[in-house]
């Protein structure tokens, strides 16, 4: 019995020395950028959204349109059932490439 209780503090004493060990590279790391989906925090940030009404007499496309690439090419998200656009130009290359609804 007594042999199992020195394994048992030689094991707690490794594991001590281990989390120590892995606090110190953890805080050597550089700490990432918050991103969501890929997209920054701040993007999302209501200032920063335009619901799809907006957008679409913004940009000169349908607001249809609009709600569709958000769901299919991150284009914005969903909050209270109404779909949020990011405005800036990199987040929509299709706004670029396809030209606007008549």
């Known amino acids: 019995m007594l042999e199992a209780a020195g394994i048992l503090a030689r094991l707690d004493a490794i594991m001590r020395e281990l989390a120590e060990l892995r606090e110190a590279v953890v805080s050597a790391l550089p700490t990432p950028p918050a991103e969501v989906n890929g997209l920054d925090v701040d993007d999302l940030a209501d200032s920063n959204l335009l619901d799809t009404t907006a ?3 913004r940009f000169n496309y349908d607001r249809h349109t609009l709600a569709r690439w958000c769901r299919t090419e991150a284009l914005g998200v969903r909050r209270g059932g ?3 656009v990011r405005p800036e130009a ?3 290359p ?3 490439l396809i030209g606007p609804s008549g």
């Open 90 to 92: 990199s987040a929509a």
């Open 94 to 96: 299709q706004w670029r």
């Open 55 to 57: 957008a679409a007499e």
């Open 82 to 84: 109404r779909w949020l």
